[in-house]
């Protein structure tokens, strides 16, 4: 059976939690900060449950299946091993030594359940502060290969600017850019001509009312920032903040409304669905290592920290220039525009 490298990621994970059930939380910095909250008791996967008991894990479904601690943690060092050494970060590949696993514990089957959940793992813990165990949905981030994306580019992610001073001689001039760099040859082109960017609208009425439910003014910041990513040269988030404005209380601003957006994008919202402002996911990120160890980054007790990981580590990407036609100015009623496409 072939899997990419986020799905034997979410394997692993499996395989990592059924021997170190005791959740380790970290801070933004990937600092851990406390062990002795979150003990995972069971981990539901549709119509199968895995009991985690001290040396064995109990298979529930039609019949009761036991499987020894010390079996799954050969299975789990092996499954780490061959994750690391394939080159590729994109693709799917083989590890038939783990296909025995694959078959007998989760019935030859890929981890994830329906595509279209957030959530990649669900469970129910043990939250030692309330002494009560408590169902949770958890992310799953995976360092060892291609990060994930969070908000796919599509049609509704298209951000519409209106360009003063300009013409259609310069339309024409900036259209027929096509040099490797032409996304920031067009903007600085078209700087150069002393034309000036207005941001107008979300194009998608739908992902424009999702990030209302935000803030009603996150679609600004989110332009502003989109722009800044072009005229800077520049994708990461923390950076574009210090770009953007000098002032102290605004950046605090930024990196809040940007920090909520980041948290809605992970657990909730997407953005060519009508949103209800709740996140699916209630439990934060499982984070896979470089090293292979796994640390929770909390939703329940520690959401700050959640959105300070996010907004360091999210970068703006850009997507194909193709199919989204970026900095390709139209003409419309005597007015001249151009469109962004977010991709985090």
Same mark, same amino acid.
């Given at each position: 059976m072939n899997f990419n490298k986020g799905e034997w990621s979410e394997l692993y994970t499996f395989l990592y939690l059924f021997k170190n059930s005791n959740l380790v939380i970290v801070d933004e910095n990937i600092k851990p900060i406390e062990n002795n909250i979150f003990q995972i008791l069971e981990i539901i996967l549709s119509d199968k449950k895995y009991e985690i008991k001290e040396n064995e894990i109990i298979k529930i479904s039609t019949n009761e299946e036991r499987y020894k601690i010390e079996d799954i943690s050969k299975s789990l060092y092996l499954l780490f091993k061959k994750i690391v050494s394939q080159k590729s970060s994109k693709g799917s590949f083989e590890i038939p030594e783990i296909k025995s696993i694959i078959d007998s514990l989760f019935d030859g089957k890929k981890i994830k359940g329906n595509s279209r959940e957030k959530g990649d793992l669900e469970?129910? %813990? =043990? +939250?030692?502060?309330?002494?009560?165990? %408590? #169902? !949770? #949905?958890?992310?799953i981030k995976s360092n060892l290969g291609a990060k994930a994306t969070l908000l796919n580019a599509s049609q509704h992610t298209n951000f519409i600017y209106e360009i003063k001073n300009i013409n259609e001689s310069i339309m024409k001039a900036n259209n027929s850019i096509f040099t490797r760099t032409k996304l920031l040859d067009r903007c600085n082109y078209l700087i150069s001509k002393g034309t000036k960017f207005e941001f107008l609208q979300v194009e998608s009425e739908v992902f424009a009312k999702n990030l209302k439910l935000v803030d009603t003014k996150l679609d600004e910041v989110l332009a502003e920032m989109l722009l800044l990513s072009y005229t800077k040269n520049e994708k990461d988030i923390e950076k574009l903040i210090e770009f953007s404005t000098k002032s102290e209380s605004d950046k605090i601003y930024f990196r809040k409304k940007l920090g909520d957006f980041a948290n809605a994008v992970?657990? &909730?919202?997407?953005? #060519? /669905? /009508?949103? #209800? &402002?709740?996140? /699916? %996911?209630?439990? &934060? !990120?499982? =984070? %896979? /290592?470089? +090293? &292979? +160890?796994?640390y929770l980054l909390d939703l329940i007790y520690f959401k700050n920290l959640v959105d300070k990981y996010l907004i360091k580590n999210i970068k703006l990407d850009s997507p194909s220039f193709s199919r989204y036609k970026m900095f390709e100015v139209f003409k419309k009623d005597d007015k001249f525009y151009f469109k962004f496409t977010n991709k985090i």
């Open positions: 469970a129910n %813990v =043990l +939250d030692k502060k309330q002494n009560r165990k %408590v #169902s !949770i #949905s958890y992310n992970t657990f &909730g919202m997407r953005a #060519s /669905e /009508e949103w #209800s &402002g709740y996140n /699916e %996911v209630n439990g &934060g !990120i499982l =984070l %896979v /290592e470089k +090293d &292979g +160890d796994i």
